[in-house]
């Protein structure tokens, strides 16, 4: 938080989950929504994105100075990432591995590099609390050289981040609705995705102004994800935030 009187009631940044869509099927508009990101969290091929599109993906996000990430997940093109696989962690850790060094090359190839990893879906989800998992990714991310996590405030998988003294970075997500436990209503609720650009605005800045996140997320999936995204930078402005990525 800022100083009272300087105007300024914090600062977040807004990552978004782009590279998603793989050969002719299109999922998202990248290009539409990338310029409105600080930090863009880019599929790595196993659970969407070709490499093609990923390369191009990461040209723009170099291009715009949006931050890139890798969003890993399982190995699940079919369902998209969605579907929780009891994967050994000896072979998450080699799948997470696996996918930072495909998207740090492309990266590389067009003059980026990537600056923090977030988990995918299913992956994401199995993290806040199976430990056996958690460690696996994690084991990836320091064999790799350490880089910032992003992840469910309060979950294993931050706890155990910041135990590993790697950078753990707590995230809101503006466009999901939240049960009174503080965890995400399941896709398959009703409700579970917002897609109001209002609705998804005023629940960002509750967010970024709660002090409890440092980053903000807006699905590029999510109909009409680049006006959605349009409209939470400009709430935030106006409620005072700044938006810069965190990495």
Request: aromatic share 6%; with cysteine.
């Amino acid at each position: 938080m800022s100083a009272p009187g300087s105007g300024v009631q914090g600062v977040v940044d807004l990552n978004g989950d782009v590279g998603e869509s793989f050969g002719r099927w299109q999922l998202g508009d990248d290009a539409a929504l990338l310029p409105h990101l600080t930090s863009a969290n880019v599929a790595c091929g196993f659970h969407a994105g070709d490499p093609l599109m990923l390369r191009r993906t990461v040209e723009l996000a170099v291009r715009l100075g949006v931050a890139v990430g890798a969003q890993v997940g399982y190995r699940d093109l079919v369902g998209f990432g969605r579907r929780f696989i009891d994967v050994a962690p000896d072979e998450l850790t080699a799948d997470v591995l696996y996918q930072l060094g495909a998207l740090e090359a492309l990266a590389r190839s067009v003059g980026g590099a990537v600056t923090y990893l977030k988990p995918h879906g299913a992956l994401y989800h199995a993290v806040t609390t199976d430990e056996r998992q958690a460690r696996a990714v994690i084991e990836a991310v320091v064999a790799y050289g350490g880089l910032p996590v992003l992840g469910l405030p309060g979950a294993s998988l931050l706890r155990l981040v910041e135990e590993a003294g790697l950078p753990a970075v707590g995230e809101g997500f503006a466009d999901r609705s939240y049960r009174a436990d503080g965890g995400l209503v399941p896709r398959s609720e009703p409700g579970a995705v917002l897609t109001d650009p209002a609705e998804v605005a005023a629940q960002a800045v509750r967010l970024a102004t709660s002090g409890a996140v440092r980053s903000l997320c807006v699905h590029g999936d999510t109909p009409g994800a680049p006006a959605i995204a349009a409209a939470v930078r400009s709430a935030l402005a106006e409620a005072g935030v700044a938006v810069q990525a965190f990495s």
